[in-house]
């Protein structure tokens, strides 16, 4: 009989994974062969938009990950299921034709996946036991409740009893080891398991153009090892990140997005490292750290709160937004607007450079995220969904928590000249990505149309805005039936 961890899109790593954790002490006790598998379906991975970059970084992931397996004598096998619907029955019958007793995994919180984890549960039936683990966060989804009893959804306490969770229990941050290796008497009879072919990364056509896969990969080097360099290096920086995280052109946030996103490195493991750097305190409060240390982990508790936020409003990750207002509002069409906003053409120079650098980077920085997303649904007035959907389509760091609950519309309307000169007070941001404006001195570049001569700005072959924002923030008080702060 052999043990098994599935491993899912969200856990891709061997280091402190706790499914794979538990298996592995199950696997030695039983002295029973320990198996990784996990299970590739297109049909999936199309129906949430994921992007090429991220298909991309997934399957080199797998790469790495089947090698590190390999060393400790544990096979990771390739599963493929062309359908959604299929996915369970692909597992199960793996399950049986190989005899496991035991499969773990971790849990993924959004309702598709926890109806797929209800589904397999009643087809592994008696034969197989079937241990799900809370892996993702540091404070387990579901647990952190308001006085009355209801799940915590407003960030400020939340972020309070996070804090002082984890200040009186620091264990919560300590990591758990990579699984045992088998022995080489359990998997004697398992070498075609060993050959197992990882899926195939997505065709070069797939990329906007043929150097982008290059480029993309350099940039997001995938696995663990990558990602907890790029910590290391973070960590020599973290003290400027409270003044500096706004501001784009610094690039001085972690970056390490879409090792969260795809579970390459763990909350745990970044939050063990900033104890460590935090004189081995887990007092993360503003009191008991400093101010770029209290700042990022502010940041990471926002992801933790955003998958207990997927976990208790189903809804949310069922195309709707989690103030059900929203689902009331007449959005309008405006072709030209969503093609412009797409090619980072809408002329208004600070969502233009976001936009810009979505493409070329298939990443984005968060004041852009908050200032391009705001453009769309508050000016164009362009269903939100809409963008969130084509975040997914490019991003390499797509979240499905992260991304619904940062695209949830609110009644802050982000003006990108005010947002441009209070964020990027240089222009250095826009001027990389929006090489047409990179001679504009002083404040036009913030403005251009606005604040050239008409033949200046006509010289600089740069569209000129496609909405007034004035104008379009009136209209969205009206269709919102709300007023607007301003950002
Ligand atoms: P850092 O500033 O170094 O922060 C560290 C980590 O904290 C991040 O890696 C991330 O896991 C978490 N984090 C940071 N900011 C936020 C936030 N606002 N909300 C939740 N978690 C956060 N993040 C994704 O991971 N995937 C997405 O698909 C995604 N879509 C977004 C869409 C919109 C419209 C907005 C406004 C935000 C979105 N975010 C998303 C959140 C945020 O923009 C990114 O997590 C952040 O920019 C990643 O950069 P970093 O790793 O350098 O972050």
Not at 198 to 206: A, G, I, L
Not at 347 to 368: I, K, S, T, Y
Request: aromatic share 10%.
């Amino acid at each position: 009989q052999k043990v098994v961890h599935w491993f899912r899109s969200k856990d891709l790593r061997i280091q402190d994974n706790i499914g794979l954790h538990h298996a592995s002490d199950l696997a030695q006790s039983s002295k029973k062969p320990l198996i990784g598998i996990y299970l590739h379906c297109p049909e999936e991975l199309s129906w949430h938009g994921t992007s090429p970059a991220r298909v991309d970084f997934i399957c080199e992931g797998l790469k790495i990950m089947q090698d590190e397996l390999k060393d400790l004598n544990i096979p990771l096998v390739f599963l493929q299921a062309d359908k959604r619907s299929d996915i369970v029955s692909t597992v199960t019958k793996f399950l049986r034709d190989n005899d496991v007793s035991h499969v773990f995994a971790n849990y993924e919180y959004e309702v598709d996946e926890l109806r797929r984890d209800i589904k397999f549960l009643k087809e592994v039936g008696d034969k197989t036991q079937l241990s799900l683990h809370h892996d993702q966060t540091v404070v387990e989804p579901g647990t952190m409740l308001t006085s009355g009893g209801k799940p915590m959804k407003v960030f400020t306490p939340y972020h309070k009893t996070w804090l002082s969770i984890v200040k009186d229990d620091p264990s919560l941050l300590d990591t758990v080891p990579p699984p045992s290796k088998n022995p080489s008497s359990t998997t004697k009879d398992l070498s075609s398991l060993f050959s197992s072919q990882p899926p195939s990364p997505p065709e070069d056509k797939q990329f906007p153009s043929t150097s982008d896969r290059t480029r993309i990969r350099n940039l997001w080097p995938a696995g663990h090892a990558a990602a907890t360099k790029r910590m290391q290096s973070f960590l020599t920086h973290i003290s400027t990140y409270a003044s500096t995280r706004s501001q784009p052109a610094h690039d001085s946030t972690s970056r390490l997005s879409p090792y969260f996103s795809a579970g390459m490195y763990s909350a745990r493991s970044a939050l063990s490292a900033v104890r460590a750097h935090n004189s081995q305190s887990a007092d993360f409060s503003e009191s008991g750290s400093s101010a770029g240390v209290y700042s990022w982990v502010r940041e990471v508790v926002f992801r933790e709160l955003y998958r207990q936020t997927t976990l208790t409003t189903p809804h949310t990750s069922m195309n709707l937004p989690q103030n059900l207002k929203f689902e009331f509002v007449q959005w309008e069409e405006d072709g030209k607007g969503w093609e412009k906003w797409i090619e980072g053409r809408t002329g208004e120079p600070f969502v233009d450079a976001g936009m810009r650098q979505l493409r070329a980077e298939a990443w984005m920085h968060n004041r852009l995220r908050m200032n391009v997303s705001s453009y769309l649904y508050c000016n164009l007035l362009i269903d939100y969904r809409r963008g969130e959907r084509y975040f997914a389509e490019t991003l390499v760091d797509w979240d499905l928590s992260n991304n619904t609950q940062g695209w949830e519309p609110s009644y802050t309307v982000f003006n990108p000249v005010s947002q441009a000169e209070r964020n990027d007070p240089g222009g250095e941001y826009i001027r990389k990505w929006v090489p047409e404006l990179k001679d504009v001195q002083g404040k036009a570049i913030f403005a251009p149309f606005a604040r050239l001569s008409k033949e200046e700005f006509e010289k600089l072959e740069y569209p000129k805005p496609h909405v007034d924002w004035k104008e379009t923030k009136q209209r969205a008080i009206e269709r919102f039936k709300s007023d607007m702060r301003d950002a």
